[in-house]
Nanobody, 112 residues
């Protein structure tokens, strides 16, 4: 069983920045694909960014050029750097990792 421990999030004004972190706790023996999802009220959870086992990354069109995902296998950690935040980025953000594990979720609110 893998536990994912999230940190970061909060309230920020439009144009601001936030950084989310996710640490995997458990028996991890190799690099795994990890990702960030988000879910707004009344909407389905959507993929925001993903870092693959070969190091390549994928982003939702809505966040390209603004968000950066980074994975550090040695620390079993994945981060999401969010810049130029917009009100439509407001959601609960979840880390996803090995064995279909999920973080507890972190609220990100972008508002003036």
């Amino acid at each position: 069983q893998i536990l994912l421990e999230q940190s970061g999030g909060g309230l920020v004004q439009p144009g601001g920045s936030l950084r989310l972190s996710c640490r995997a706790l458990g028996n991890i023996f190799r690099i795994f694909t990890m990702a960030w999802y988000r879910q707004a009220p009344g909407k389905e959870r959507e993929l925001v960014a993903k870092v693959n086992e070969d190091g390549s990354t994928n982003y939702a069109d809505s966040v390209k050029g603004r968000f950066t995902i980074s994975g550090v296998y040695a620390n079993n950690t994945v981060t999401l750097q969010m810049d130029s935040l917009k009100p439509e980025d407001t959601a609960v953000y979840y880390c996803w990792g090995p064995r279909n594990s999920w973080g507890q979720g972190t609220q990100v609110t972008v508002s003036s």
